[in-house]
Nanobody
């Protein structure tokens, strides 16, 4: 089992920055990739990006968001810059096991999820 604990959400003005953290514990050696997703009210969960041996981002955040990791702390980060009101959502981190089936851009391909943290960008 893998447990994920998020932190770092909050309120920021348009153009501002925020960094989210996701600390993993448990059987972290089984984790192949870590993904970030977001979900706004009334909308479906949306892929943001993931990190494995490299990083990949959705077009909507490319060039503004950066995913990184600190392996010694079993923690991944989502650095969000140049934030826009449309970035407002609940952000989730997720862990994907080595032999999980499906593309890492798909929520259903992830095995463990954090509790979510609210990010609000005001105009």
């Amino acid at each position: 089992q893998v447990q994920l604990v998020e932190s770092g959400g909050g309120l920021v003005h348009t153009g501002g920055s925020l960094r989210l953290s996701c600390a993993a514990s448990g059987r972290t050696f089984s984790v192949y990739a870590m993904g970030w997703f977001r979900q706004a009210p009334g909308k479906e969960r949306e892929f943001v990006g993931y990190i494995s041996s490299s990083t990949y981002y959705a077009d909507s955040v490319k060039g503004r968001f950066t995913i990184s990791r600190d392996s010694a702390k079993d923690t991944v980060y989502l650095q969000m810059n140049s934030l826009k009101p449309e970035d407002t959502a609940v952000y989730y981190c997720a862990a994907r096991q080595r032999f999980s089936v499906g593309m890492p851009t798909t929520p259903g391909s992830y095995d463990y999820w954090g509790q979510g943290t609210q990010v609000t960008v005001s105009s």
